[in-house]
């Protein structure tokens, strides 16, 4: 089975997906927390990277996170993206900001 | 006070793979699948429940909850309640009989918190899953999965929580069970119940409107809670986080993603909530205890990952 490099350009990370694995599946497992992780189900748009490079499938998104005009520019969702080729990333939302970015509520903390 | 409004009926949730989905509310989830309809939604069952469906799946490109609707006592309330609603200034949509197949009429109306509800007061009685109203076994065999018994509530996160709570508790007559208040005294979460049950909806205040947090489904034990977080493994099911016990509620837990990416709870447990009773409170300071009493500090994921 072919195995795939990801390098994600904004934190310097590199790590191996195979092929059929998503790359946030491939990430956690690892133990590397590179891109944020969410729902792991093409739902919350929490994993939404960019693919600067290399080739992928995609599986099934919420086109409120994963628009088309969105997906043309090579923003996806990791959790939905099977590389096919090595891939370069880089984070939509930085790892560690992105939960303090997301909405809620700053008076439940 | 009652106002007519009995329990949680059902739950309308988007998918973005009809196919996955069902495999994991029935493979995984032990609902029971009851009927389809020609737009395409599959309606499913809890084995303890006595209607036809609690919970219907629609397949569209956005994940999330469409709506949740309560059962009503009898059309006499319905026809009261709307009424109610009416006068109170909300608006309300008249859902036809058989919309929703072998369910009566249904009124919708949405909340500002930016949430769809309905009430109704008729649907299929179907009676209890693989077991007799006379003489009935104790469970049913042939159950799949974690064997969910009933659906038991939504938690719902949006804006408005104050005005939400006059709709819910002024018209509809539910009771405040359990809240969390900031410093300020605002009120930023808050477990509603008509019902002995620690709660039947709840809402987490939240910027965004509409928000669909987690469907949640009611287990014996806690044996059978730690029974399904071994099948959430197995089945390599993606997991949010427990199994554990909350603050709030008591109720001992463990949640986990449906294969769009809409959060699912089984629990056991909980405390119980008459009318007598005055709400419990939690400080958001201790938000961390009240959500996960073990941890006893915030998972960010759990706050801030929704459909
Ligand atoms: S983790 Fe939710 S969309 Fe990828
Ligand atoms: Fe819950």
Redesign the interface.
């Known amino acids: 089975m072919a195995e795939f490099q990801v390098f994600n350009r904004t934190t310097g990370d590199h790590f191996i997906c195979q092929e059929g694995q998503s790359v946030l599946k491939a990430m956690e497992q690892l133990g590397m927390k590179c891109v944020p992780?969410?729902?792991?189900?093409?739902?919350?748009g929490?994993c939404k990277i960019r693919v600067l490079e290399g080739d992928f499938k995609c599986g099934?998104?919420?086109?409120?996170h994963a628009p088309p005009e969105a997906v043309e520019k090579g923003e996806v969702l990791a959790c939905r993206i099977y590389p096919l080729t090595d891939l370069t990333i880089e984070c939509v939302l930085l790892p560690e900001a992105a939960?303090a970015k997301?909405?809620?509520?700053k008076?439940?903390? | 006070m009652k106002k007519g409004v009995m329990r949680p009926g059902h739950v309308q949730i988007r998918v973005l793979d009809m196919g996955e989905a069902v495999k994991h509310y029935t493979d995984l989830l032990g609902l029971i699948e009851t009927d389809r309809d020609d737009q395409g939604r599959v309606y499913l069952k809890a084995w303890s429940e006595v209607d036809k469906f609690s919970v219907v799946l629609r397949e569209a490109d956005e994940p999330g909850c469409d709506f949740m609707g309560f059962k009503v006592v009898d059309e006499a309330a319905l026809n009261q309640l709307e009424k109610d609603l009416v006068d109170y200034g909300v608006e309300v949509e008249q859902v036809p009989a058989e919309e929703l197949k072998d369910c009566g009429r249904r009124v919708r109306f949405t909340v500002p918190s930016g949430h769809a509800f309905e009430l109704y007061a008729d649907k299929k009685y179907t009676g209890k899953w693989g077991v007799s109203s006379v003489n009935p076994e104790a469970w049913p065999r042939g159950l799949q999965g974690m064997k969910a018994v009933r659906f038991d509530h939504v938690l719902f996160y949006g804006p408005e929580l104050a005005a939400v709570y006059d709709i819910f508790v002024n018209v509809l007559g539910f009771y405040l069970a359990e809240q969390v208040l900031d410093p300020e005294g605002t009120r930023v979460a808050q477990f509603l119940t008509v019902s002995m049950k620690e709660h039947d909806v709840a809402f987490i205040h939240h910027e965004e409107k509409g928000k669909f947090h987690h469907a949640s489904f009611f287990l014996d034990t806690w044996e059978a809670v730690l029974r399904s977080a071994d099948l959430i493994s197995m089945t390599d099911t993606s997991i949010d986080i427990g199994p554990t016990r909350h603050g709030l509620t008591h109720g001992q837990t463990i949640y986990f993603f449906d294969p769009s990416g809409n959060r699912n709870e089984v629990f056991c447990g909980g405390d119980y909530h008459y009318p007598d009773h005055k709400p419990i409170t939690w400080k958001a300071e201790d938000l961390g205890k009240a959500i996960f009493y073990h941890d006893r500090v915030l998972n960010e994921r759990f706050l801030t990952v929704l459909t």
């Open positions: 992780v969410g729902c792991r189900g093409g739902g919350c929490f099934k998104m919420s086109k409120v939960l997301q909405t809620t509520t008076t439940l903390r």
